[in-house]
């Protein structure tokens, strides 16, 4: 079975500052996709990017970017110009194939604090 | 408007007794999936389905059930409710593959 690990439990940075959130997977798929999605302090869960793995070039929508290192099995997220709203906890998370569809698997998350 | 509702948003359970935890997509989507979250582990997949009618175990099956009467609606069933089952559960639908659209999920305490 596949396997999605965030080490990094929380982080704290100041806000407009630059932060990066560690994923790394496990996967026996030659092609596969992942994602990464947010939960706001209200329990609400937005799906944000997506990283194709037969794509080089790394996602980027809005101020969310990634870093997509196949080798080594990473998805970092890139939150660029960091804002008090950008609190919240990140899910990376990666696609996996079932019987008849596919279903995903998620990581633990990491808790990211964005402060004045 | 909101296209994965749930239904209650909060539940209250006594040990033994029988839940069940609605969800509502407007998205027409074929796939549908229930987690539950708890502190510490993320979003665990319960069960999920590819379209009405059809119900697959996910990653922790075990004490749920499920069922997908048609392609709006997808149900978690808890008939011996325990209170290790208390979490908070997300409902989500998906398709063509992609990204997932949750509901904004039930919290559910079993005393």
């Given at each position: 079975a596949q396997k999605v690990t965030q080490t990094q439990t929380s982080i704290s940075v100041v806000e407009k500052t630059t932060v990066t959130m560690d994923c790394v997977y496990e996967t026996r798929d030659s092609s596969?996709?992942?994602?990464?999605?947010?939960?706001t302090a209200s329990g609400e869960i937005v799906f944000l990017i997506?990283?194709?793995?037969?794509?080089?070039?790394n996602a980027t929508v809005g101020h969310y970017s990634l870093n997509f290192q196949k080798p080594k099995s990473s998805i970092g997220l890139?939150?660029?110009?960091?804002?008090?709203?950008?609190?919240?906890?990140?899910?990376?998370?990666?696609?996996?194939?079932?019987?008849?569809?596919?279903?995903?698997?998620?990581?633990?998350?990491?808790?990211l604090l964005v402060s004045p | 408007e909101a296209a994965v509702t749930q239904s209650p948003r909060n539940k209250?359970?006594?040990?033994?007794g029988k839940v069940t935890l609605s969800c509502n997509q407007t998205n027409n989507h074929n796939n549908m999936y229930w987690y539950r979250q708890d502190t510490g582990h993320g979003l665990r997949l319960i069960h999920y389905s590819y379209g009405a009618g059809s119900t697959e175990k996910g990653d922790i099956p075990d004490g749920y059930k499920a069922s997908r009467p048609s392609q709006e609606n997808f149900s978690l069933i808890l008939e011996l409710a325990t209170p290790s089952q208390t979490s908070v559960y997300f409902c989500?639908?998906?398709?063509?593959?992609?990204?997932?659209?949750?509901?904004?999920?039930?919290?559910?305490?079993?005393?």
């Open positions: 596969y996709f992942l994602f990464w999605y947010k939960q997506r990283q194709d793995s037969y794509k080089k070039e890139i939150i660029t110009a960091t804002q008090i709203e950008d609190s919240a906890v990140y899910f990376c998370a990666m696609r996996e194939e079932g019987t008849g569809g596919y279903k995903v698997v998620f990581g633990s998350g990491t808790r | 209250v359970a006594v040990t033994g989500a639908s998906g398709g063509g593959g992609w990204e997932q659209y949750f509901g904004p999920g039930t919290r559910l305490t079993v005393l």
